[in-house]
C-alpha cells in the first residue's frame, strides 16, 4: 500500500491550490484519511481530517479557507487550499489509517508535496 498525492506547487498569496491524494494497493478498508503539513523548522501539524463517515476537522489556522473532502471509490482524499498566505508554505503530507487485505489498521504517509506560497 502506498500514497501518492500530486498537487503541490509555487502560488501567490490570496491564490487557491488543490492537493490530491490515491491510495494504492490491496486495500480492505480505507478509514480516517488527512492532510499534514511541516513547514522548515517546525514540527508537523494536522491540517484536516476525515473519517470514512464524513467527520471532518480543521485547526483555527486554515478553518473557513481549507476544505477537505474524499472520494472512497477513487481511495483519494483531497484537500482544497483558498485564500492562501505565506504562512501555508510548508511540506504537505498525507496520510491514511487503512486495514490492507483483512489485516489490521496501519498507518501510512505520502512522500509529501512541496507548496510555496509567495508575498
Known amino acids: 500500500v502506498q500514497l501518492v498525492e500530486s498537487g503541490g506547487g509555487l502560488v501567490q498569496a490570496g491564490g487557491s491550490l488543490r492537493l490530491s491524494c490515491e491510495a494504492a494497493g490491496s486495500i480492505f478498508s480505507l478509514n480516517r484519511m488527512a492532510w499534514y503539513r511541516q513547514a522548515p523548522g517546525k514540527q508537523r501539524e494536522l491540517v484536516a481530517s476525515?473519517?470514512?463517515?464524513?467527520?471532518?476537522n480543521y485547526p483555527d489556522s486554515v478553518k473557513g479557507r481549507f476544505t477537505i473532502s474524499r472520494d472512497n471509490a477513487k481511495k483519494s482524499v483531497y484537500l482544497q487550499m483558498s485564500s492562501l498566505k505565506t504562512e501555508d508554505t510548508a511540506v504537505y503530507y498525507c496520510?491514511?489509517?487503512?486495514?490492507?487485505?483483512?489485516?489490521?489498521?496501519?498507518?501510512?504517509w505520502g512522500q509529501g508535496t512541496l507548496v510555496t506560497v509567495s508575498s
Open positions: 496520510n491514511a489509517h487503512i486495514v490492507p487485505e483483512r489485516t489490521v489498521e496501519y498507518v501510512y
Open positions: 476525515i473519517t470514512n463517515s464524513g467527520t471532518i
